[in-house]
């Protein structure tokens, strides 16, 4: 089955600074997807960034990059300048091949301090 | 182009009572799912339906029961309301699992 753990409950950052959001992920499936997800306080569930597993290159949109390292079963979202609207809740989730539905884990309140 | 939509956005009910979620989607999407989101447990799934015509148990089905209207519309009914349901819910749909899901604004249901 499975398993997405973010081991990190809440992180601040000084605006402006980089800031690395841990997820580590357990499947046994050697095709899977892996998906960032941003939630501010208004509720809103926002995609920011896709990997697949057989990528070669690690996901990047905007200021939004995901560090992808395989053979550790990680997956952490790197957010490069940060701003004051960056302060929300972040998912990672994954889906393993075939058509299952995406697993999420429990976020990391992210606050960015001025 | 609306998205996902869902109706209500908020709901009250008393312990027993039943109502129906709805959502929709203008998307042309095939997969659909209902979410509950609870404080410090992030999203987990309900009910999800793959395709028109399929529906089927997700991690937390228990009280629940979904119906896929058309390739649009996919509903959730709380039969007995319980307070353990209270909870915010998350409808979102994708055209395939290889890609992101869009959600809804989310319903934040309430039961006393």
């Known amino acids: 089955a499975q398993k997405i753990t973010q081991t990190q409950p809440g992180m601040f950052v000084q605006e402006k600074e980089a800031v690395t959001l841990d997820c580590t992920y357990d499947t046994s499936d050697p095709s899977y997807g892996l998906f960032w997800y941003k939630q501010p306080s208004s509720g809103e569930m926002i995609f920011l960034i896709y990997q697949g597993s057989y990528d070669q290159q690690n996901a990047t949109e905007g200021r939004y990059s995901l560090n992808f390292q395989k053979a550790r079963k990680s997956a952490n979202l790197v957010i490069s300048a940060s701003q004051l609207g960056d302060s929300a809740m972040y998912f990672c989730a994954m889906r393993d091949q075939g058509n299952t539905p995406l697993v999420f884990g429990k976020g990391t309140r992210l606050s960015v301090i001025a | 182009n609306a998205g996902v939509t869902q109706t209500p956005k908020f709901q009250v009910l008393k312990t027993g009572q039943s109502m129906t979620l709805q959502c929709a989607q203008d998307m042309n999407h095939n997969s659909m799912y209902w979410y509950r989101q609870d404080p410090g447990m992030g999203l987990r799934l309900i009910y999800y339906?793959?395709?028109?015509?399929?529906?089927d148990k997700g991690e937390v089905p228990n009280g629940y029961n979904v119906s896929r209207l058309n390739k649009r519309e996919f509903s959730l009914r709380l039969e007995s309301a319980a307070p353990s349901q209270t909870s915010v819910y998350f409808c979102?749909?994708?055209?395939?699992?290889?890609?992101?899901?869009?959600f809804g604004p989310g319903t934040r249901l309430t039961v006393t």
């Open positions: 979102a749909s994708t055209t395939s699992p290889s890609y992101e899901q869009y």
């Open positions: 339906s793959a395709s028109e015509g399929t529906t």
